[in-house]
């Protein structure tokens, strides 16, 4: 099975009130630890890379190796590029055959985000490519991409629908109060006002910052219209966290495979834990 957009998954995991994990990878074991985990689970999964990813694996190598693994699972996987605010580079991911892209120009005023996000939709639409976008300004870090919590705003409801209608954006991703990378306290999460956005949008609605928030606010978050959830730093941790748990036993250690394995493992499980809170247990067969 190819790589797919990952327009329609989402859309149909809206409509019965569940979402797509999705995952960001930095290495071939990344990869296939969720691959290995959507495949146990029998998820749809949305794998995806950031910018700095792109630049150190290569947009070929990346497209190459997600498509692999959609081929050898059969199961319904789309890449995406995350966070892009570099117009040229996100071009470059869709010739070399990414299958969803961000254009993330919410650090700009509303016109100016309104024109950057149609110009992508241009290009996207017509290689039947998925495109998310940003509205409002989620706070913490995101590779390069710093927002602090001063800066940290929340979308407006209406702006929201005004956002869609006036770009035809697939896929939205409102600042509704998560952050970036791992939460210093509890998240602050606006549920009124997912509510009310998806109250006025139909396009499905992505959780960004889903790192570390608490299962039940996820379970909640998705009940009102969060279609996409995406967990990056976590991810990194659990990985890291195996490798060096394999140094601290053995500091002599040098073959590969004995620190990257348990790691690998390490990803699987969390992707798993990702997978049953978003309630994509079993739905990919339902996308075939």
């Known amino acids: 099975m190819p790589l797919i957009s990952s327009t329609t998954m989402l859309r149909q995991a809206r409509a019965n009130a569940y979402a797509i994990p999705a995952f960001n990878v930095h290495t071939l074991e990344m990869l ?6 959507a495949s146990e689970a029998r998820s749809p999964l949305i794998i995806q ?24 699972s059969g199961l319904p996987i789309a890449l995406h590029l995350d966070h892009c605010t570099d117009f040229a580079l996100l071009v470059q991911c869709i010739y070399a055959g990414y299958t969803s892209v961000m254009i993330d120009a919410s650090m700009h005023p509303f016109a100016e985000n309104v024109r950057r996000t149609a110009k992508v939709m241009e290009i996207a639409a017509a290689a039947g490519v998925n495109v998310e976008a940003e509205l409002g300004k989620v706070g913490g870090v995101e590779e390069d991409i710093v927002v602090e919590e001063r800066d940290a705003l929340l979308a407006d409801p209406e702006e929201c629908r005004l956002f869609v209608e006036q770009t035809g954006v697939y896929t939205l991703a409102p600042a509704i109060g998560t952050a970036h990378g791992i939460y210093k306290g509890e998240p602050k999460i606006d549920f009124a006002r997912i509510e009310r956005i998806a109250a006025l949008v139909e396009a499905p609605l992505v959780l960004h910052g889903g790192s570390g928030i608490p299962g039940e606010q996820v379970k909640r978050a998705v009940s009102l219209g969060m279609a996409k959830v995406n967990v990056a730093t976590e991810l990194r941790i ?45 739905k990919a067969d339902e996308l075939k």
């Open 32 to 37: 296939q630890a969720v691959v290995e985990a």
């Open 49 to 72: 890379t950031t910018m700095g990813t792109v630049k150190h694996l290569g947009p070929k190598y990346l497209v190459s190796a997600a498509s692999v693994a959609a081929d050898q």
């Open 238 to 282: 659990e990985f890291s966290n195996a490798i060096k748990q394999v140094f601290g036993g053995n500091a002599e250690e040098n073959d590969p495979r004995k620190y990257m394995v348990p790691a690998k493992e390490a990803v699987k499980r969390l992707a798993l834990e990702k997978m049953e809170l978003c309630g994509s247990f079993g």
